[in-house]
């Protein structure tokens, strides 16, 4: 029987993958997962003033908009799964930098926006990224309080 996955319990493992890799891998593709359902159940558009932070760089899905985008464009029955185009809706949710390679960050960047993007570190988890804000401006050497006017946005404080 497969079970929807939780915290606890990944989707990824939920399918039989193994537990070392729950935060290697089973966690960032729940949170695709997660995105997934949240664009295409339209809770953005009900909820237009609730901000959502999608952990590990969004998981895949930046590099799955492309392929939800082509899905969307062509037309009933696929484009009714979204509000609008898939590409947009992602602009949406906000995104930590936890991606642990600079060309990863970079097009997570060109496809959502750095206003978009908060500095994530994954402390106290083993695979946590060391350094991670200094990972983040050298990656997208932004503004000096880029990150951290992001973060007052997303917290909505600013």
């Known amino acids: 029987m ?41 809770v953005l558009e009900r909820f237009p003033k609730l901000r959502i932070l999608l952990s590990h760089g969004g998981g895949a899905l930046p590099w799955i908009l492309p392929r939800l985008a082509h899905s969307y464009a062509l037309g009933p029955p696929l484009q009714k799964l979204f509000a609008k185009d898939p590409a ?10 936890i991606l642990y390679d600079r060309s990863a960050l970079q097009y997570l960047a060109e496809k959502v926006g750095v206003d978009q993007l908060v500095v994530g570190s994954d402390y106290p988890f083993t695979i946590k990224q060391d350094r991670p804000a200094q990972f983040a401006k050298q990656a997208l050497p932004l503004a000096r309080n880029a990150f951290s006017a992001n973060a007052r946005r997303l917290l909505g404080l600013g």
């Open 88 to 97: 947009e809706i992602a602009k949406s949710f906000y995104y930590d930098t």
């Open 2 to 42: 497969i079970r929807r996955g939780n915290s606890s319990r990944p989707f990824g493992l939920a399918l039989g993958g193994r537990p070392e890799l729950a935060a290697v891998a089973a966690f960032p593709l729940d949170t695709t997962f997660a995105a997934a359902s949240l664009m295409t159940h339209g």
